[in-house]
């Protein structure tokens, strides 16, 4: 037997992202008329009602989130998706501070021992990710030192990052 790791609960999701309320029920009552194993017809519904580019483009696929994803999910939706049990079922809509997220249980990998081999890549991108952000982080560091950038937090949420479709 090889080394073993212990892996936090993690889930493979398929989301939907929109700007209004009114809109997220509409997707979800589509979402829900799909069979509950037809994750290409959720899919292309993702991808074609989809309002934020990077979901539009990924056909919905947030990948394997566990809890550390609220970097890069909203924390509401990272806790709907991980209290989520039956695999092919939509979450309903959950609003948040970036849009109205549908969310579908793709998988569901409860937490455990499992072998180095089988996580591997996983804690590669992890590393690297961490990595990644420290860099970014110093890079941002240097430039608002060196050129006296001001951050008004208070006005960032007003800022649209979605890509042009």
């Known amino acids: 037997m090889g080394s073993l790791v212990a892996s936090a609960e993690r889930v493979r999701i398929f989301g939907i992202v929109v700007k209004d309320k009114e809109t997220a ?16 017809g959720f899919r292309a519904l993702a991808a074609r009602m989809s309002e934020d580019g990077v979901t539009k483009a990924r056909r919905g696929d947030f ?4 809890r550390s994803a609220t970097r890069n999910l909203p924390a509401a ?3 709907a998706a991980l209290k989520m049990t039956e695999v092919g079922a ?3 809509v959950i609003g ?3 849009g109205f997220y549908i ?7 409860a937490s455990g021992l499992r072998e180095v081999g089988e996580v591997r ?32 937090d208070e006005r960032l949420k007003d800022v649209d990052v979605t890509a042009a479709n």
């Open 25 to 40: 029920q509409k997707v979800l009552s589509a979402a829900r008329e799909l069979d509950a194993r037809d994750d290409e």
């Open 63 to 66: 990948g394997f989130i566990d």
């Open 77 to 79: 939706v990272v806790d």
């Open 90 to 92: 939509e979450s309903g």
């Open 96 to 98: 948040t501070d970036r």
């Open 103 to 109: 969310l579908r249980l793709a998988e569901h990998e």
């Open 121 to 152: 890549d996983q804690i590669v991108s992890r590393i690297a990710s961490e990595a990644r952000a420290k860099k970014v982080e110093a890079w941002s560091d240097g430039v608002q030192r060196k050129h006296s950038v001001r951050i008004f």
